[in-house]
């Protein structure tokens, strides 16, 4: 993300951007990224999650990100409430979105011309159902790195990838993958 302070004004966008929009933004972590980061004045962030949306509210308020809002909204169902938007980014959320043909028409829609969609996306299987190969060579490559790259938030190695099954992701999170 930090590259979007030099790529931005390449392509015809200047920093601070003043009008921006954030897709999924859950607890609004990326917005908050990217106003320290200069890259943003000014963004609203949308997400379908009203406690995602309640908690980014609460951690701009706190941080004093004045720049930033957030607001709840089913992506499927509804488009920005706003447009002429200079800079519209979706970062690791789109794959939870079903409609993305509308979706992706909406973000258009409401961008300003010449104003950038930045996308940085999961691609992969739904569901995240890799093949016993992928698995395979996935857990291989864990074991081959050392240990301290294989430690997980809790003190634990992770030397293992593990499928779940598709209703366990269902029952995670339904708009997962």
């Avoid at 509308?102 to 739904?126: H, M």
């Avoid at 857990?139 to 809790?154: C, F, G, H, V």
Wanted: aromatic share 10%; glycine share 8%; with cysteine.
């Amino acid at each position: 993300l930090n590259a979007l302070v030099t790529l931005l004004p390449q392509l015809g966008v200047g920093v601070p951007v003043s009008k921006a929009a954030s897709v999924c933004c859950g607890s609004g972590a990326v917005e908050r990224h990217l106003h320290m980061a200069g890259v943003v004045k000014n963004c609203i962030g949308y997400d379908l999650s009203s406690d995602a949306i309640e908690q980014a509210k609460k951690l701009a308020k706190d941080g004093n990100y004045d720049g930033l809002k957030y607001k709840i909204c089913d992506l499927d169902l509804e488009g920005f409430d706003q447009d002429g938007f200079d800079f519209i980014i979706a970062n690791q959320a789109v794959h939870h979105i079903e409609s993305l043909e509308s979706v992706f028409d909406n973000i258009y829609a409401s961008l300003r011309p010449g104003g950038i969609f930045y996308l940085d996306e999961y691609v992969g299987p739904n569901r995240f159902q890799w093949t016993d190969i992928q698995i395979e060579e996935m857990s291989n490559w864990l074991q081959s790195l050392p240990e301290k790259y294989t430690l997980t938030i809790d003190g634990a190695r992770k030397l293992f990838v593990a499928r779940a099954t598709i209703q366990e992701m269902i029952d995670f999170d339904p708009s997962e993958a």
